[in-house]
């Protein structure tokens, strides 16, 4: 499995960016997916998740009305949308894709910028 997140990078606050996630090795259309970031000297956190229909979308309380996860599962591809982006915002975003209840895979991780 490989989960190759991409489009991260240095952002004035208010801004907008959009992650995505390119997933290999899987049945991508089955597989619900996630978002999660840590910030600097802090733990990862979860961000947003999708379920392998798109039909369901879950949100941290911190990004709701900001940011947006969505799924294309012809291109194998999960995106989190992020506008309004704030300083707090700032760490290494990880795509997650949950095969199972024990099962689940991580990307490398893209990093997220937001400056005041």
């Known amino acids: 499995v490989q989960l190759q ?7 004035q606050a208010g801004g907008s960016l959009r992650l995505s996630c390119a997933a290999s090795g ?3 259309s089955s597989v619900d997916m996630g978002w999660f970031r840590q910030a600097p000297g802090k733990e990862r956190e979860f961000v947003a998740a999708i379920s392998w229909s798109g039909g369901s979308t879950y949100y941290a309380d911190s990004v709701k009305g900001r940011f947006t996860i969505s799924r294309d599962n012809a291109k194998n591809t999960v995106y ?14 990880y795509c997650n894709a949950q095969l199972s209840m024990s099962e689940s895979y991580w990307g490398q991780g893209t990093k997220v910028t937001v400056s005041s």
Do not use: I, R
Request: net charge negative; charged share 10%; aromatic share 8%.
């Open 5 to 11: 997140a991409s489009g991260g990078g240095l952002v």
């Open 26 to 28: 899987l049945p991508f």
């Open 80 to 93: 989190l949308q992020m506008n309004s982006l704030k300083p707090e915002d700032t760490g290494v975003y």
